[in-house]
């Protein structure tokens, strides 16, 4: 596997500010052996580094975002061991899932069904001397023309057209976010408790007022229709809002891995500009460690096994069971399953 060095010159790695380190990574050729004395050939630089997770950060492995800098803190857009030139990545250090080809596997899954989600590689990384195991470098998530192909939003965009999209929201845990950065939907809705929305790419402080106004009401009026009595008008409906084949591609990758957190947290959506259609996107597919069985609880409703379904389980995502109660909607699930 290619190695990955970091020398933190002598400075903790913390949960949050980043460090500036230096970072080697070498790799020889599909079957060559890499060796921690060859050169830093594959690269050679300034990084920027981090731990990232919430419960996860108290595992003894721990994960990091790191972003590629240049030697005045610039960001460095290179290719990695092949992956499409950016500067920023996660290594995913996979604690929880031994075999460690959970995530691997459910990203390709879903690229199979013509979508984007994050690449990754298999590296082992080194720290300060220290090895720290196999780990999977893995495309951080966020709007690139690579990554997540949506418009940029500037500061600028306010025009009607401009204000639109794009925008990358999910559905995550709290704990370290402030009030500023995630609303809860106004509106009652027909299955468990109130959806709430977290601002992730743009983040809270890189939107304007009206741009924040703006997609909170667009989610508003989502919510409505998809809580109302005609969610499933022809004309009026949910498919006015979203992008029907991107749902159902992102359930079947949560039911096939049956995620203990899937529809809980981890979940990303995004919204196009409306001159590219203007509808809401599921996906892409983001941390399933604790899927395919890889839980010790949720007996009641038999999460651990490969019968049942994820999506009706209590204080998920409200969005799959409505959507689920549509006869049009079933059979399109139907007919992109079977063929």
């Not at 966020?142 to 500061?155: F, M, P, S």
């Not at 500023?180 to 709430?196: G, K, L, Y």
Request: proline share 5%.
């Amino acid at each position: 596997l290619p190695l990955m060095l970091i020398n933190t010159n002598g400075q903790p790695i913390p949960d949050e500010p980043r460090i500036v380190a230096d970072m080697g990574l070498i790799y020889n050729g599909n079957g060559a052996i890499n060796s921690v004395n060859d050169e830093w050939n594959e690269y050679s630089g300034k990084i920027s580094i981090e731990q990232r997770g919430e419960s996860s950060i108290d595992f003894a492995k721990k994960s990091f975002s790191i972003e590629l800098q240049n030697a005045d803190s610039s960001n460095n857009n290179v290719s990695l061991l092949g992956l499409p030139k950016e500067n920023d990545f996660v290594l995913n250090g996979p604690y929880s899932d031994k075999t460690m080809l959970k995530n691997v596997l459910t990203y390709e899954l879903f690229r199979r069904t013509g979508r984007w989600a994050p690449r990754t590689r298999y590296i082992e990384v080194i720290v300060n001397d220290e090895y720290e195991g196999i780990y999977v470098l893995t495309e951080k998530l966020k709007r690139d023309e690579n990554r997540v192909d949506i418009d940029k939003l500037t500061v600028e965009d306010e025009s009607p057209l401009d204000i639109s999209g794009g925008y990358i929201l999910r559905r995550d845990k709290k704990g370290k976010l402030s009030s500023a950065d995630w609303w809860t939907s106004p509106i009652d809705q027909p299955f468990h408790e109130r959806m709430w929305y977290e601002y992730y790419d743009p983040e809270d402080d890189e939107l304007t007022r009206t741009q924040r106004a703006y997609i909170r009401g667009w989610m508003r009026n989502f919510d409505k229709i998809m809580s109302s009595p005609d969610f499933d008008d022809p004309q009026d409906g949910y498919r006015k809002y979203i992008n029907v084949t991107s749902f159902i591609d992102m359930m079947f990758v949560n039911e096939i891995s049956k995620g203990i957190d899937n529809y809980l947290f981890s979940t990303y959506f995004h919204k196009e500009n409306d001159a590219d259609g203007g509808r809401l996107v599921a996906g892409p597919p983001w941390d399933y460690n604790l899927g395919y069985g890889n839980v010790d609880y949720g007996e009641n409703w038999d999460a651990k096994e490969t019968y049942g379904w994820c999506y009706p389980q209590w204080s998920r995502i409200y969005w799959y069971e409505r959507l689920m109660e549509d006869e049009r909607y079933r059979d399109q699930v139907h007919c992109r399953w079977t063929l």
